[in-house]
């Protein structure tokens, strides 16, 4: 939901417009999607625009047609092409892909490359937004297959979208008066609007490329972009946003349904009164989302906050999933304990940092994206440890 109002505020001007309305129209849409028919009905109605992936991020021939036209337009204003942008790339460390040093306290190349990993691994494992989709397939056959096809698909889509911000960069450049531009638009939000031109360009002066690296596409599209072409990017981003939106409730709804409430609390559940808590809690998750949207206003990065978050949530999650796959002889009460002791490192990697500069001995120097993978890694080894103290243990009374 942020991540479409970071788009339409700044592609339309309108804040209501954006998240708001897109929030809202997310949670009556999920409710929508739902009541016609839940997964299979947003499988099709979304499968129409074109391809998709399996992870709903929407690859569909408008969003691919949406991306191209990002392009064109800045490739032919900058002298030589992309011979020049590849140019200013390559100068500036675009194409880098980090230090390969094992040094895990920077994002380098080992950091992105274990989260990546992890977070793939929790993705496609156990994440109900995925893993509900598996259900859609005809056979067990046919859900492999959209699982490679899947990940066949994510090297050229992401490779499409480093060459836009690539492009973009080399295009603001060579165009300084546009970066201008942005910084005093992004000033202006800040201050509000009865912030005098004094104050809006002193604050713009001091404005680094983290404080508007996420306006940067929106502004190019108002400014450059052909209007017709506008209209059909924002109706893709529309379209995804609303794709993920809805499929994401439909998960957290089905996962409190039948992995909570129906195990805990009533058993017999079924028909009717079930639907009906899928409608509700459909419709509460999506409440929740909209205000975790409108949290989140003011942030300066939607992919580091995205990459942090869920590398904590996920971390506890997956490294149970895995402890319970491969180690069929862990009981629950091992698994318990690991799981605590599991929470309370990723707490400790997650809020250490903040900690007074008095206690700097007890704060965690790896980076933020290295909680998943610690995580992960210490609820499965503990949980493996512990199984194993208890068999050596029953074969000495033995």
């Known amino acids: 939901m942020f991540c479409v109002d970071t788009v339409c505020q700044n592609g339309v001007g309108f804040l ?16 929508y999607y739902d009541r016609n028919g839940g997964l299979h009905y947003y499988l099709y109605r979304f499968g129409r625009n074109g391809s998709r992936n399996l992870d709903g991020s929407g690859t569909g021939y408008f969003k691919n047609t949406g991306c191209l036209i990002n392009i064109i337009p800045g490739d032919q ?8 942008a590849y140019e200013i790339g390559m100068a500036q460390d675009k194409f880098s892909l980090g230090t390969m040093q094992l040094d ?5 190349f080992w950091v992105v490359f274990l989260y990546g990993f992890f977070i793939n691994l929790n993705n496609f494992g156990m994440d109900q937004n995925y893993v509900q989709r598996y259900h859609t397939a005809i056979d067990t056959a046919q859900a492999k297959k959209s699982i490679w096809l899947c990940v066949a698909m994510y090297v050229p889509a992401s490779l499409l979208f480093f060459i836009i911000g690539s492009a973009l960069f080399s295009y603001y450049q060579l165009n300084p008066d546009l970066i201008a531009g942005l910084k005093h638009t992004v000033a202006l939000e800040k201050l509000g609007a009865g912030a005098t031109n004094d104050q809006i360009s002193s604050l713009a002066a001091t404005l680094q490329p983290a404080d508007y690296g996420d306006k940067v596409m929106p502004h190019f599209m108002v400014h450059k972009i052909p209007k017709v072409f506008l209209g059909l990017i924002i109706a893709a981003i529309l379209s995804a946003g609303m794709s993920t939106i809805s499929s994401g ?6 996962v409190f349904t039948k992995d909570i409430y129906q195990r805990y609390f009533k058993p017999d559940l079924a028909g009717k009164g079930e639907l ?5 809690t459909t419709v509460i998750f999506g409440l929740i989302g909209l205000g975790t949207g409108l949290a989140m206003l003011g942030i300066k990065s939607v992919l580091d906050i995205w990459w942090q978050l869920s590398g904590i949530f996920a971390g506890g999650m997956l490294g149970l999933f895995l ?4 180690s069929k002889k862990t009981k629950s009460g091992q698994a318990i304990v690991a799981v605590i002791v599991g929470i309370l490192v990723i707490l400790w990697l997650t809020f250490s940092p903040q900690l007074p500069a008095a206690y700097d001995a007890f704060k965690s120097v790896l980076h933020i994206n290295m909680v998943i993978v610690v995580g992960t890694l210490t609820i499965f080894l503990t949980g493996v440890l512990l199984t194993a103290f208890k068999k050596n243990k029953s074969l000495e009374k033995n």
């Open 104 to 108: 895990f306290t920077t994002s380098g």
């Open 77 to 84: 204003e900058i002298p030589g092409g992309i011979e020049k």
């Open 249 to 254: 409730m439909n998960a957290c709804a089905t």
């Open 276 to 280: 009906r808590l899928l409608y509700i």
């Open 16 to 31: 209501w417009y954006g998240i708001k309305s897109a929030g809202i129209v997310g949670v009556f849409h999920g409710v």
């Open 323 to 326: 402890l319970g796959i491969m």
